[in-house]
T-cell receptor
Framework: GQNIDQPTEMTATEGAIVQINCTYQ??????LFWYQQHAGEAPTFLSY??LDGLEEKGRFSSFLSRSKGYSYLLLKELQMKDSASYLC??????????WGAGTKLIIKP | DAMVIQNPRYQVTQFGKPVTLSCSQT?????MYWYQQKSSQAPKLLFH???????NEADTPDNFQSRRPNTSFCFLDIRSPGLGDAAMYLC?????????????FGPGTRLTVL
């Protein structure tokens, strides 16, 4: 079967750095997406990785290792508004998007 | 601004009473998706339209139907809602002609079944 694993919940301090990991086992790979979802709202697109390495976008960076089936989302200079769930999704060989259940990130002052 | 719009944002219905949720987009994307998401769970794809072609997920109950009368609009019909159908329903769109087909989501409709 296809599977995306993310930690259920993480806690970090305002101003700090946090890394949210995602491991996947899918039938093929055609890209990995990270989305942010605030409580009661829709997911919003954060980043896309299809090649190995780090993609940086302001305070957020996303890393991919296809050989390890692994990605992480790195959030720097955390702000209270970063409190949200972060969803990892992988596009498989059939171009279907397989979603993780998300990591709930709690930011404390 | 180009966007995905869902109406209503909140819908309350009675057990067994049909309900229709709507989605419209100004992105001119060729693919539209309907997802069901329950609390602390991954979004679950119900079906999607690739242009006019309807694609139903194998485990989507027959109780759920969809219509896409034109490029901009898509509807989700729940014929006989049960208590287990209470969830957030998310509409998403993407442009799928090669390249990165990032999905963009509407704000969602939260369905309550009494």
């Amino acid at each position: 079967g296809q599977n995306i694993d993310q930690p259920t919940e993480m806690t970090a301090t305002e101003g700090a750095i946090v890394q949210i990991n995602c491991t996947y086992q899918t039938s093929g790979f055609n890209g990995l997406f990270w989305y942010q979802q605030h409580a009661g709202e829709a997911p919003t697109f954060l980043s896309y990785n299809v090649l190995d390495g780090l993609e940086e976008k302001g305070r957020f960076s996303s890393f991919l290792s296809r050989s390890k089936g692994y990605s992480y989302l790195l959030l720097k200079e955390l702000q209270m508004k970063d409190s949200a769930s972060y969803l990892c999704a992988v596009r498989d060989s059939n171009y279907q998007l397989i979603w993780g259940a998300g990591t709930k990130l709690i930011i404390k002052p | 601004d180009a966007m995905v719009i869902q109406n209503p944002r909140y819908q309350v219905t009675q057990f067994g009473k049909p309900v229709t949720l709507s989605c419209s987009q100004t992105l001119n994307h060729n693919v539209m998706y309907w997802y069901q998401q329950k609390s602390s769970q991954a979004p679950k794809l119900l079906f999607h339209y690739y242009d006019k072609d309807f694609n139903n997920e194998a485990d989507t109950p027959d109780n759920f139907q969809s219509r896409r009368p034109n490029t901009s609009f898509c509807f989700l019909d729940i014929r006989s809602p049960g208590l287990g159908d209470a969830a957030m329903y998310l509409c998403a769109t993407s442009w799928q002609r090669g390249g990165v087909d990032t999905q963009y989501f509407g704000p969602g409709t939260r369905l309550t079944v009494l």
